[in-house]
């Protein structure tokens, strides 16, 4: 599904954050990322997501060569991204959230409708408050706005930046249920970046560990099951 | 009362313009996170450019000098901001938020000069859209007043539909709202950045094009409309789309009230923006964050 080949990449000039990482995720299967506070993960997602323009190294996405390729391109391409922080639009409806997840494709209004239809019936919550502000949502509600906006677009790949950092426990796993149905009733693939190792390893199907920007080590979940070996080793 | 009357309704009148002019500045300030110093300058810029095109096409009704006038205007803010605004959200400036205060000052310092330059020290007053004065109750309102607040009620009303009803101003919401977010969704923040900053100049140019005809031109007559705008969008709530409507009300009500009864009249006028800074002033104290203010995401 994507390759990342050796990637290279920072926000100032002679400073990497990531120094050769190199990654893959398959098809319809939960990649996860682990690693340290400051090792690279977030700029990971960021630089296939087209925020951070890659210095050397490579992003293979089914095969074509997509790096430093513009959100708005990746986003028809079937790349969405979940950044980290609340990234509702607090002061918009709901249902505005979510037509905005729509705005690259904003002039197909049969498509947004039946996007809009399907994302009420995945998440029934979301109808009744359409018209609420998104901001007086609980902050679980409001991961289902940005996941339900992240699906308005039909992607392939979705990447996720510590889903529940800042919630509470239940609705922390009602966010990883979601992922997970993603997984295994909508086929999507997902590139997982995680600080609640535990929870992540739970869902992940294939696990890397990076470390000071580099690929530490990586491999099926099942060989992780020691979460000694994972951050220590 | 019928005085009380007759000056709420001329505070009124002025209030609509007022809000348009303020309109423009908070919609800069709210997708671009920058001030526009030079905003009273395209207000200036607005008034001579109507006075130009009127001048060199003497057939053409002033009124249709107005759009032509804001139009203008918002070619050189789309101009300026791609060449100058631009760097600076790329990151490629090092110190982004003194750089925007001196490059908005600088293009004020332009204009002026410039106007300076091309008309001359000298007033200049386009020709009126109507002669006479119309009667609205008890009180006599100039023709060419009550038609600039006519017409900024219409592109008032036109602006709140196009930024709550269509895609581009949900748009616009969303990066005013949360930018990094409007990134992700695939908008482009900044085509947004020029096109709020060419809108928002359009504005204060057809503000000061509506306004041309009653009051005269000079190179520094941006000036006192300028601090104005700043005084409503503070009132009103830095970014505030309402909130700089209703400030424009208030500070035209306000300065309309007070001139009227300041005990001498001779004086009065002179301190019309007086009044105003004082209620600007009253709400720096009680409520900083003005009538419909947010807290920072």
Redesign the interface.
């Known amino acids: 599904m994507i390759e990342i080949k050796d990637l290279h990449v920072g926000y100032y000039k002679d400073l990497d954050i990531l120094r050769g990482v190199s990654l893959k995720a398959e098809e319809a299967k939960i990649t996860t990322v682990l690693g340290a506070n400051g090792v690279g993960k977030s700029t990971l997602l960021k630089a296939i997501?087209g925020?951070l323009k890659p210095r050397a190294g490579q992003i293979l996405l089914q095969g074509q060569n997509i790096t430093g390729t513009?959100?708005?391109r990746l986003?028809e391409l079937g790349v969405?991204?979940?950044?980290q922080?609340s990234?509702?639009?607090?002061?918009?409806s709901v249902e505005?959230n979510l037509?905005?997840?729509a705005?690259?494709f904003?002039r197909d209004k049969a498509r947004i409708r039946r996007k809009l239809e399907e994302n009420y019936q995945r998440f029934p919550m979301l109808r009744d408050r359409r018209n609420d502000d998104a901001g007086l949502l609980s902050g679980g509600m409001q991961r289902m706005v940005e996941v339900g906006?992240t699906l308005m677009t039909d992607p392939k790949l979705i990447l996720v930046d510590e889903p529940t950092a800042g919630l509470a426990k239940m609705l922390s796993a009602e966010v990883y249920r979601m992922l997970t149905d993603l997984r295994d009733k909508e086929g999507l693939t997902i590139i997982l970046v995680d600080q609640e190792i535990r929870q992540a390893l739970k869902i992940a199907d294939y696990v890397y560990v990076l470390e000071l920007g580099r690929n530490r080590v990586d491999g099926p979940t099942e060989e992780f099951t020691d979460l000694k070996k994972v951050l220590w080793d | 009362m019928k005085y009380f009357l007759s000056l709420c309704t001329t505070g009124v009148i002025m209030g609509v313009i007022y809000a348009l002019m303020a309109l423009g500045l908070t919609l800069i300030f709210s997708i671009l996170r920058v001030i526009n110093f030079a905003h009273g300058e395209f207000y200036m810029l607005g008034g001579y450019a109507s006075y130009f095109i009127l001048s060199t096409f003497t057939g053409l009704h002033p009124l249709l000098a107005v759009p032509l006038a804001g139009l203008i205007a918002a070619l050189i803010g789309l101009a300026f901001e791609i060449a100058f605004l631009r760097p600076m959200h790329q990151g490629r400036i090092e110190r982004p938020d003194e750089y925007a205060i001196l490059i908005t000052f600088g293009l004020s310092f332009f204009l002026m000069n410039l106007a300076l330059a091309v008309f001359g020290p000298y007033p200049h007053r386009p020709p009126s859209f109507f002669q006479g004065a119309v009667r609205l109750g008890f009180v006599n309102v100039s023709a060419d007043r009550l038609t600039a607040s006519i017409l900024s009620l219409a592109l008032l009303t036109l602006l709140l539909l196009i930024i709550n009803k269509t895609w581009i101003g949900i748009a616009l919401q969303a990066v005013s709202q949360n930018k990094d977010a409007a990134a992700v969704v695939g908008i482009n923040p900044l085509r947004m950045n020029t096109l709020a900053f060419g809108l928002g100049v359009g504005l204060a140019a057809t503000a000061g094009a509506l306004l041309a005809p009653s009051f005269l031109i000079v190179p520094d007559v941006g000036a006192v409309p300028s601090i104005r705008s700043y005084v409503i969008i503070v009132l009103g709530g830095m970014g505030s789309i309402q909130g700089s409507i209703l400030g424009g009300l208030l500070i035209g009500l306000v300065e309309s009230l007070g001139a009227g009864y300041f005990p001498d009249p001779s004086r009065a006028l002179n301190y019309k923006t007086a009044f105003g800074l004082v209620i600007f002033a009253l709400v720096l104290l009680f409520r900083p964050r003005g009538f419909f203010g947010r807290k920072e995401v």
């Open positions: 997501y925020f513009p959100p708005h986003i969405s991204y979940i950044p922080h990234s509702v639009f607090p002061h918009l505005n037509r905005l997840g705005w690259t904003r906006r």
